[in-house]
């Protein structure tokens, strides 16, 4: 690459890093011993010189942050023990920091027009975890990864795992197979969706360079690729939403496009372009250019989605509009859907393409992928657009927890939806399919219960067309630290049957706040005074993470947390009351999990059966103080790293143990798309990662476990009025 002029970017911190060599091979037990040795012979050189230093132990190295690093550097390299020393220069995980440093450091040894090569490997990973998620959300991020990875100079890569043995078909729903491509059961190995993306993104990318990149409108992505025989790839897709677009593409003929389903289609770009749907699936586009550039700008596409319903009704016909200038359109719909073409015009009185869909009143999908494509006169593809609305029943009915209150039982709540004109009478049915008490910090799989509904758990409602209605009905004989399954079915007039499945826990009610915050942004304190306490303080709360260290629980002397909620248009507040009987040793930014402090899940999708994302947060105390770190985002706009606008307030409460008070201030940005409204159900799960000097060997846990990033087991908070 050609080195850029620019301003020089200060440093965020200069420390030294000492290898240790073949300590790393050793036993755990015996590894520490050593490497205890090693800082206690460190610390003693270094103090001998009049310097005061930090240490950090990160994996396979010791950090050494303070005064005079050159002068560390050399006492250092001269223990024993210590195969390799270097001074090192910290920033954040933005990729905006690391190059202001690499520049600033490159700048005094480099000539304008030099080349240079940067060999960049990760050691920390953020970003994904396919446990729970939909695999076209984790078809789509393989792309954006491999795509940016490269891009960015990677030059190796990998993607889960491949080929799990199941002979007998029990890994279907294990996290094992959470993160296969295929599904192994019985050793039949069906490619996911994921493993065609996988295939498509390797021999696409292959032998080729990254050429360059451009950002259109914003939030549209565009990659460049080309190999030396002029045979050229682009990679595009949207942050959020997506958009019809042309794609000049002077002086190319035919273009093919690669989608994540491995839906491959050819168009003629004619030497001008491609009319093209962008959106959150990244689109692979093949084509030959040897010299060609990214466009400056994007055209006007010569077909566009028009008026169209963002859902369709099963059973109840809806118009779909396409835009078109020249040529004819024809779209193809998933089996089973019936469509009618005729001619019509749009709002503005331009000619478009109108087709009339119908989904079959007896199917089960939930959305539908269309294609809208558009033929020249000589019948060949110029241009395609994608539509993809959701597919609802006639009736729908969604299911929220009802939590425990001063003095009345937790129980359901039933929201039902008429999607049709037509008034409607059903019939509906509740049932509890069983139980999960958590044992050793997980929970095993579903056993029989002998809670129940203390009303009437069936019955029959009326509801006006398009019209909405809704009822609760408590339950008795609920353990509020368990999950229970519930099971919902609906039968409208013309018989048809809907039904949903899902786990409920905790029925925890969240107070609105009554008073003014403080100055610091943070609930009175009195507020906290009417909130009932979620307690972690159960031996079968506990998980050992290191298990050859044979981590134990001691009892609540060793580690215990009353945790505490309130909200209001802005924020969700959690107060953690936390007893810890040693504290351990301080990291920094994504590391911060490794250490004494809370590790946080929440789904902000826990009414909805489909989940296109989860947060991962830790905070605590680490070497800079209060800190809030995110490992996993669902929302692009919050991307994974620092999250200084999550307010961390710590309380240490004694010098000799970890014992803390914290008061956490979320930002409702932090949970989208999760939207606050009293009875809207957040589904979270609060770990205590407990460091006693070895690392994070262990935590407890309120619901879920953070260590197999399942957020189907997490525990449901329900906003209050």
């Not at 995980?93 to 027009?113: F, Q």
Request: aromatic content about 8%; charged content about 25%; glycine content about 10%.
């Amino acid at each position: 690459m050609i080195m850029a002029t620019g301003e020089d970017q200060p440093v965020q911190e200069t420390l030294v890093m000492a290898r240790y060599g073949e300590l790393f091979l050793k036993s755990e037990p015996v590894k520490r011993h050593f490497i205890g040795m090693l800082l206690r012979n460190i610390r003693k050189a270094v103090g001998a010189a009049g310097l005061s230093c930090r240490y950090e132990t990160p994996r396979g190295r010791i950090l050494i942050s303070g005064e005079a690093p050159e002068q560390v550097a050399g006492i250092v390299s001269r223990i024993f023990g210590i195969v390799d020393v270097s001074i090192c220069h910290r920033t954040s995980t933005d990729l905006a920091d690391i190059s202001a440093v690499a520049l600033s450091l490159a700048r005094p040894c480099l000539r304008a027009g030099m080349r240079f090569a940067v060999r960049a490997k990760r050691q920390y990973k953020t970003g994904l975890n396919s446990q729970g998620m939909l695999r076209q959300v984790v078809a789509g991020e393989l792309y954006k990864k491999f795509t940016n990875f490269f891009a960015g100079g990677g030059a190796n890569v990998s993607w889960f795992g491949f080929l799990y043995p199941d002979p007998a078909g029990t890994e279907g729903n294990s996290s094992a197979s959470a993160h296969n491509v295929f599904d192994c059961r019985y050793n039949k190995y069906a490619p996911k969706l994921d493993a065609v993306a996988y295939y498509n993104a390797v021999n696409g990318i292959a032998n080729k360079k990254f050429v360059g990149d451009r950002v259109y409108h914003e939030n549209l992505h565009a990659f460049l690729f080309r190999d030396q025989d002029g045979g050229a790839m682009q990679i595009l897709y949207k942050t959020q939403g997506r958009e019809d677009v042309f794609l000049l593409l002077p002086g190319v003929e035919e273009v093919e496009a690669v989608h994540i389903d491995g839906r491959i289609t050819k168009l003629q770009a004619s030497g001008k372009g491609v009319s093209l749907t962008v959106c959150e699936d990244p689109l692979m586009l093949l084509y030959k250019d040897a010299k060609g550039k990214l466009p400056a700008a994007l055209g006007e596409p010569e077909i566009q989605l028009g008026n169209a319903p963002a859902s369709l009704v099963r059973g109840e016909p809806s118009s779909v509009d396409f835009q078109h200038a020249n040529g004819t359109v024809e779209l193809a719909a998933p089996p089973f859907l019936k469509t009618e073409k005729s001619e019509a015009k749009d709002d503005k009185g331009q000619p478009a393409a109108r087709f009339t869909v119908t989904v079959p009143e007896e199917s089960v999908i939930r959305s539908a992928d269309m294609v809208a494509t558009l033929k020249n006169a000589g019948g060949r593809a110029v241009g395609e657009v994608l539509y993809r609305p959701a597919v609802t029943g006639t009736t729908t009915v969604e299911m929220i927890p009802a939590p425990f209150g001063p003095s009345t039982p937790p129980g359901v709540r039933l929201l039902f939806h008429n999607n049709s004109p037509k008034p409607q009478e059903l019939a509906w049915e509740l049932t509890i399919d069983g139980e999960q008490a958590m044992s050793n910090g997980k929970f095993p799989p579903l056993g029989p219960t002998e809670a129940f509904f203390a009303e009437a758990s069936s019955g029959k409602i009326k509801l006006d067309g398009k019209g909405s209605s809704e009822l609760a009905v408590p339950l008795s004989g609920i353990d509020s630290r368990k999950l229970y399954k519930i099971t919902t079915t609906i039968r409208d007039s013309a018989g048809r049957v809907a039904s949903e499945s899902r786990l409920i826990g905790g029925f925890v009610g969240v107070p609105r706040l009554t008073k003014p915050l403080t100055a610091d942004g943070l609930p009175d304190p009195s507020e906290w005074d009417r909130v009932p306490a979620q307690l972690i303080d159960s031996a079968d709360q506990f998980f050992p993470v290191l298990k050859k260290l044979n981590p134990t629980w001691k009892g609540p002397s060793d580690l215990i947390a009353s945790l505490k909620f309130l909200w209001d248009d802005k924020c969700l507040y959690l107060r953690a009351e936390v007893k810890d009987d040693i504290a351990g040793n301080l990291m920094k930014d994504d590391m911060l999990w490794n250490q004494d402090g809370l590790q946080i899940m929440a789904d902000p999708y826990r009414s909805s059966p489909q989940k296109s994302g989860k947060y991962d947060y830790s905070m605590g105390v680490g070497l800079n103080g209060p800190l809030a770190w995110c490992h996993l985002s669902a929302d692009p706009n919050t991307p994974p790293g620092a999250a200084p606008d999550i307010k961390v307030k710590a309380e240490r409460l004694s010098d000799k143990t970890a014992d803390t008070n914290y008061t956490i201030a979320f930002p409702w940005s932090r949970l989208k798309p999760f939207h606050p409204a009293p009875g809207a159900n957040l589904g979270m799960t609060i770990a205590l990662n407990d460091d006693d000097g070895n690392g994070r060997d262990k935590f407890m846990t309120w619901f879920g476990n953070v260590q197999y990033k399942d957020i189907s087991q997490n525990g449901d908070l329900i906003l209050g009025e």
